[in-house]
């Protein structure tokens, strides 16, 4: 099967100096070098691009995500020419959704949802309680989104839709879900998912679809790092440094770390 040489960040997490006040800072951290991909096994995933519309249409949904105008800025610099580097090189483009009904009529979902069937029987929840009922009010009304703002989640639902750059061609498969997103890697025998999208910290890692489910099915979960954003808090907003955090996560728990130039440049090539 051919290979595709190309640049990848990793992280080296060894050795800890105990001779350092802070042993931790004894270690070899980001590096870079020259791996292989295969091209037969490798995809390229675009997870949540979501428009969600303009401040002015959801101001509940804006000023509870704060990256919505990064993921903007993002899907118009970085996927037109990444994508477009994707869909002309042998590794096929996959897109992961959810969040709203706004893909169900597209061929790629249909073919995906044909493929993959019914998912197995989900096991039933631990019953909630008057007391568990109050807890999550709080945390709804008083950490994310906040009262005030949680009328507009809904309804941002009804119009929600791909970001226009991120719009799955006819023939890229739509995936909304774990199950399905393996099915199209076993009938495709990919065993290796690049991921891009929004947002890296929490979609990308935890939502149906992303890193944590697929790697226990043993599929490796590498990122790029422009092709991404995080949820930021009012601590890290300002050098956006869950972002890292993320990355590093990723690179030392899942797969690699990509640069978008790096990577279109391999698939160029």
């Not at 004894?26 to 949540?48: D, F, L, N, P, Q």
């Not at 890290?236 to 030392?252: D, F, G, M, P, Y």
Request: hydrophobic fraction near 40%; charge should be negative; include cysteine.
């Amino acid at each position: 099967m051919d290979t595709i040489k190309v640049q990848a960040n990793y992280y080296q997490q060894f050795d800890a100096d105990y001779s350092l006040d802070v042993p931790g800072e004894g270690y070899g951290g980001w590096r870079k070098g020259e791996i292989e991909i295969s091209a037969g096994h490798t995809a390229v995933v675009v997870m949540h691009a979501w428009d969600c519309g303009t401040y002015e249409e959801f101001p509940g949904v804006w000023r509870s995500v704060e990256y919505i105008p990064r993921s903007i800025e993002i899907a118009q610099t970085v996927f037109p020419p990444l994508l477009a580097a994707v869909r002309a090189s042998p590794l096929p483009l996959v897109h992961v959704v959810g969040g709203g009904d706004y893909y169900s009529h597209l061929p790629g979902y249909t073919y995906v949802a044909d493929l993959a069937g019914e998912p197995p029987e989900a096991q039933g929840a631990v019953p909630s309680d008057p007391t568990l009922d109050t807890l999550r009010r709080f945390k709804s009304d008083k950490v994310w989104r906040g009262a005030h703002n949680n009328a507009d989640r809904p309804k941002l639902g009804e119009k929600l839709d791909f970001l226009e750059q991120a719009r799955p061609l006819d023939g890229e498969a739509v995936a909304e879900d774990s199950h399905q997103l393996l099915a199209v890697c076993k009938k495709w025998g990919i065993n290796h998912l690049i991921y891009a999208g929004f947002a890296i910290d929490a979609c990308l890692l935890t939502s149906p679809g992303g890193m944590v489910d697929m790697q226990r099915h043993g599929v490796m979960c590498s990122a790029i790092r422009q092709a991404v954003t995080a949820v930021e808090s009012k601590e890290t907003a300002r050098r956006q440094s869950a972002k890292e955090i993320a990355l590093w996560r990723v690179a030392v728990s899942y797969g690699f770390v990509f640069d978008v130039e790096d990577l279109i440049t391999a698939l160029s090539a």
